[in-house]
């Protein structure tokens, strides 16, 4: 009986037994950490892309990057909650276009790439957000 607890514990101890739910999307992304460099990399982008640089002048880029996580944490299963506003409300009035969405999204992938997201987990998570953009363009 001791031998068979011993496996069990050792088993829990090696598939490593989380006390908050966290998904296989949410580590392939790096977790939170991994979220916080891939979000700062897509700031970066987001700000020196002349496609859509624009549009992202007067944000305010601590609650920018606040939200980005929050959301990108709960999209991949990480247990966050988002308290942003809705994407319709938050993207209302701004004639966001499918251009800007496309270029937006390229911006998110580089970002990924250069934290060395495997291709996989960043079509989970654009598949994930790519249902946003009904309430995104207009
Ligand atoms: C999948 C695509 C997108 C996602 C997931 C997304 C996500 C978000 C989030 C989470 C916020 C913060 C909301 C808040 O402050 O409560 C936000 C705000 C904003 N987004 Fe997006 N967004 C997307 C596409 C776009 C595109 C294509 C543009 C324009 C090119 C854009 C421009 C903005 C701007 C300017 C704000 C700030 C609004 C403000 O502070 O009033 N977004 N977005």
């Known amino acids: 009986m001791k031998q068979v607890i011993g496996m069990v514990m ?3 101890a090696i598939t490593g037994c989380q006390t908050r739910p966290q998904s296989a999307l949410f580590d392939d992304l790096g977790g939170m950490t991994g ?3 891939i979000v700062d990399g897509f700031l970066v ?10 549009h992202f002048i007067d944000v305010d880029p601590v609650r920018f990057r606040e939200k980005l996580i929050e959301q990108f944490c709960a999209e991949s299963g990480g247990g966050c909650e988002y308290t942003g506003d809705s994407m319709k409300d938050s993207h209302a009035g701004m ?3 499918h251009t800007d969405f ?3 999204v390229e911006d998110l992938i ?9 291709v996989s987990a960043q079509n989970r998570l654009l598949k994930r957000l790519a249902p946003m953009s009904k309430d995104i363009i207009e």
Not at 110 to 118: G, I, P, Q, T, Y
């Open 10 to 12: 050792l088993v829990l």
């Open 35 to 37: 979220i916080e460099n």
């Open 45 to 54: 982008r987001l700000g020196s892309d002349p496609r859509i640089a624009a």
């Open 95 to 97: 004639n966001v276009t």
């Open 102 to 104: 496309n270029a937006l």
């Open 110 to 118: 580089a970002a990924m790439e250069a934290e060395d997201v495997s």
